[in-house]
């Protein structure tokens, strides 16, 4: 009796946090999320398939393990990209964040990558 391709693929890859059918579909996670009306995502790590999606599409996304651990449901966050921390105005807590690149703050000011080489290719505005 042959191995079906789901069966092999649940037999190689661990099951951990994730769940292996993110992959492939983060842009689409990503896209839902900028429909919801959520400004940012925080959380203590990203899968890179995710994370690099979620800036391509300008998504903000930052990884704060700090400010996970300490937010509590209702408290009410804010994310400084300037200054790299997350500031949780409910406690008056600041967690700080390794700073984004430059070329990924590029990214999300021209509102994802498609608008950041148009504008760099053409000159055009992403507005």
Do not use: W
């Not at 009796?1 to 996670?29: I, L």
């Not at 391509?56 to 200054?83: K, M, S, T, Y």
């Not at 430059?102 to 021209?110: C, G, S, T």
């Amino acid at each position: 009796m042959g191995v079906s391709r789901d069966d092999r693929r649940r037999q190689e890859e661990p099951r951990g946090r994730e769940s292996t059918t993110m992959r492939g579909r983060a842009h689409v996670y990503a896209r839902a999320r900028i429909s919801a009306d959520i400004a940012a995502v925080v959380a203590a790590s990203f899968s890179r398939l995710f994370f690099r999606n979620a800036l391509n599409n300008g998504f903000i996304v930052v990884e704060c393990p700090g400010a996970v651990e300490r937010a509590a449901v209702g408290d009410l966050l804010e994310v400084d990209l300037q200054d790299a921390a997350v500031k949780n105005l409910t406690k008056g807590e600041s967690y700080p964040f390794v700073p984004l690149t430059p070329f990924a703050m590029e990214i999300l000011e021209a509102g994802g990558l498609l608008p950041y080489v148009l504008r760099q290719t053409t000159g055009a505005s992403s507005a």
